[in-house]
């Protein structure tokens, strides 16, 4: 019923940066919090940023200050601006967002496929 798609990952050097878009689609209430998660390869998925239904912002303390997230709710949309990237931020992110759905009254988890951001020189 929820649909979340990513994009805007890639390939970038070091230093460079990349902006991730991801879109919700469905039957859809509401959207409450939106985040921004990643996982590289052989490690645990972990939370990149995350942003409330009002704008409230939090973000992993090795993010903070590179990474910005922000949404369009008009659009159904979550960004995640990167810059300054480093190779360890090489890694699958995924979307995440809680939603009400239509016919319902509470939130439920709804995560994207992934989009692969390689950071390399």
């Known amino acids: 019923q929820v649909q979340l798609v990513e994009s805007g990952g890639g390939l970038v050097q070091p230093g460079g940066s990349l902006r991730l878009s991801c879109v919700a689609s469905g039957s859809i209430s509401s959207i409450g919090n939106m985040a921004w998660y990643r996982q590289a390869p052989g490690k645990q998925r972990e939370l990149v940023a995350s942003i409330t239904s009002g704008g409230n912002t939090n973000y992993a303390d090795s993010m903070k200050g590179r990474f910005t997230i922000s949404r369009d709710n008009a659009k159904s949309t979550v960004y995640l601006q990167m810059n300054s990237l480093k190779p360890e931020d090489t890694a699958v992110f995924y979307c995440?967002?809680?939603?009400?759905?239509?016919?319902?009254?509470?939130?439920?988890?709804?995560w994207g496929p992934g989009t692969q951001v390689t950071v390399s020189s």
């Open positions: 995440n967002a809680r939603v009400i759905i239509s016919r319902s009254s509470v939130y439920d988890d709804y």
